[in-house]
C-alpha cells in the first residue's frame, strides 16, 4: 500500500510559478510511475504529466509542454511538479497518483491516489 500526499498549492497571478510536492510513504516507491492528474470544475480529470521509475522518461500533456517540469527524488520519496508561466486555465484541483508498471505507459491505469492540491491562477 502506497499513500501519497500532496503539497504546494495555492493561490498565484498568471505568469507565475507554483512547485508541487507529493510526498510518498512505503519502501517501493521507485518501482512506481508517478503522474500527476488535474480536474478543473465541470471538467475530466487529466494527466497532465507522468515520470517513469528513474526519471529516465516523461511524459507532459500538449497544454504544459516547455512551462511544467516533472521530477522525483526516490531517496526522499517525492515526486515533483515545477509550474512556471501559469495560465488562469490551469487552475484545477491537481492529484498526484502512482502505479506500478513493468512497461513504460503513462496513460495506464493508476492505482494511488493522493487527496489533491487547489491551484488557482487569477487573471
Known amino acids: 500500500q502506497v499513500q501519497l500526499v500532496e503539497s504546494g498549492g495555492g493561490l498565484v497571478q498568471a505568469g507565475g510559478s507554483l512547485r508541487l510536492s507529493c510526498a510518498a510513504s512505503?519502501?517501493?516507491?521507485?518501482?512506481?510511475?508517478m503522474g500527476w492528474f488535474r480536474q478543473a470544475p465541470g471538467k475530466e480529470r487529466e494527466l497532465v504529466t507522468a515520470?517513469?521509475?528513474?526519471?529516465?522518461?516523461?511524459y507532459y500533456a500538449d497544454s504544459v509542454k516547455g512551462r511544467f517540469t516533472i521530477s522525483r527524488d526516490n531517496v526522499k520519496n517525492t515526486v515533483y511538479l515545477q509550474m512556471n508561466s501559469l495560465k488562469p486555465e490551469d487552475t484545477a484541483v491537481y492529484f498526484c497518483?502512482?502505479?506500478?508498471?513493468?512497461?513504460?505507459?503513462?496513460?495506464?491505469?493508476?492505482?494511488?491516489w493522493g487527496q489533491g492540491t487547489q491551484v488557482t491562477v487569477s487573471s
Open positions: 497518483a502512482g502505479m506500478e508498471q513493468t512497461t513504460w505507459f503513462p496513460k495506464g491505469q493508476y492505482d494511488y
Open positions: 512505503g519502501r517501493t516507491f521507485s518501482r512506481y510511475v
Open positions: 515520470i517513469s521509475w528513474n526519471g529516465g522518461a516523461t
